[in-house]
């Protein structure tokens, strides 16, 4: 069965500075892979998605990932955090159950911004 | 601007109450789903419909009652809740249910069981 690990809880980056949020899945086959944000008090919404191809993807609000079968990883990375960047980043994994996709989402990394 | 609505955005209700949750999608989508969001775990599907009829049903308790009338809107009927019921319920739409299918997310209903 699939599983999706993210093993920081709570992040604090300063702000202008680089940020980088840690996602393991596993999965049998290709996955495909999936970053979302949940903003407080918000639903989530898509930053960006890995089907195939080039193994950076980017992504909306200048975030981008790298997929890395070796380490079963797909780690998000922003160049310089913004306070408004402070939500919740959920990694998941889609597979396929009884002819539909199912997503599996991690428990989630709170990123917190300093000033 | 979200095309997935969800009303109301807070609940409270007592454990013998009924009281329906609402979503509609404006987005011209085939799909709709319920998850349960609580603190500290996995988002957990509940059920998927595709064109009205439900696909999946993940193991969850009769309590939880959901209705899709037509492709624009989903319903979750709630009786006898228990507090540990208490959790954050999102519906979210996509295109179809293929792999790879982006789901939208509405903002959600804050569920308190009393």
């Known amino acids: 069965a699939q599983s999706v690990t993210q093993p920081d809880i709570h992040i604090t980056v300063s702000e202008g500075a680089s940020l980088e949020l840690r996602c393991n899945y596993s999965?049998?086959?290709?996955?495909?892979l999936f970053w979302y944000v949940q903003s407080p008090g918000q639903g989530l919404q898509l930053l960006l998605k890995?089907?195939?191809?080039?193994?950076l993807v980017q992504g909306i609000k200048g975030f981008e990932a790298e997929f890395k079968r070796s380490q079963s990883s797909f780690n998000l990375r922003k160049p310089s955090v913004h306070w408004s960047d402070a939500a919740e980043y959920f990694c998941?994994?889609?597979?396929?159950?009884?002819?539909?996709?199912?997503?599996?989402f991690g428990t989630g990394t709170r990123l917190l911004v300093s000033p | 601007e979200t095309g997935v609505t969800q009303t109301p955005r807070h609940l409270v209700m007592g454990m013998t109450n009924k009281k329906s949750l609402k979503c509609e999608q404006h987005?011209?989508?085939?799909?709709m789903y319920w998850y349960k969001q609580s603190a500290k775990k996995p988002l957990e599907l509940m059920f998927v419909?595709?064109?009205?009829?439900?696909?999946e049903n993940n193991s969850v308790p009769s309590r939880f009652s959901p209705e899709c009338p037509n492709s624009s809107h989903l319903f979750l009927h709630l009786h006898t809740l228990q507090p540990e019921d208490s959790a954050l319920y999102l519906c979210?739409?996509?295109?179809?249910f293929g792999r790879g299918a982006e789901a939208f997310f509405g903002q959600g209903t804050r569920l308190t069981v009393v």
């Open positions: 979210a739409s996509s295109q179809d």
């Open positions: 999965y049998g086959a290709t996955p495909y």
């Open positions: 890995y089907f195939s191809g080039d193994t």
């Open positions: 998941a994994v889609a597979g396929m159950n009884t002819g539909f996709q199912k997503l599996v």
């Open positions: 987005l011209g989508h085939n799909a």
């Open positions: 419909y595709s064109l009205e009829e439900r696909v």
